[in-house]
């Protein structure tokens, strides 16, 4: 019994420490498009080079990639919670 009760606590905390990194990419999402539209208004300028367009789309990119796997991993964190406590959600038979 308290090797469960171990179990779901960890798996909670976990949960709750994929909540906290989750909010970071979210920030730098809402950033990076305007620095991409501004890195592209400043080539067009001739203010800025094209690898600084590129560095910008890379760097917006990155930043989508690390928001789908900080949600991919709160998914992953909450089907340990439902597993620790047995309960498999609503897909169980």
Do not use: H, K
């Not at 800025?48 to 990639?65: K, P």
């Not at 928001?67 to 964190?77: C, F, K, M, N, P």
């Not at 089907?79 to 309960?87: K, L, N, T």
């Amino acid at each position: 019994m308290l090797d469960a009760l171990e179990e779901v606590e960890a798996a909670m905390q976990e949960y709750e420490a994929q909540r906290r990194r989750q909010a970071a990419p979210f920030v730098a999402e809402e950033r990076n498009p305007e620095a991409y539209e501004q890195s592209q208004a400043l080539y067009r300028g001739d203010l800025a080079t094209f690898l600084d367009v590129l560095d910008s789309q890379r760097a917006w990119i990155v930043t989508q990639q690390n928001e789908t796997v900080a949600r991919r991993d709160l998914a992953l964190a909450l089907a340990e919670v439902y597993g620790a406590v047995g309960c498999l959600g609503p897909w169980q038979e």
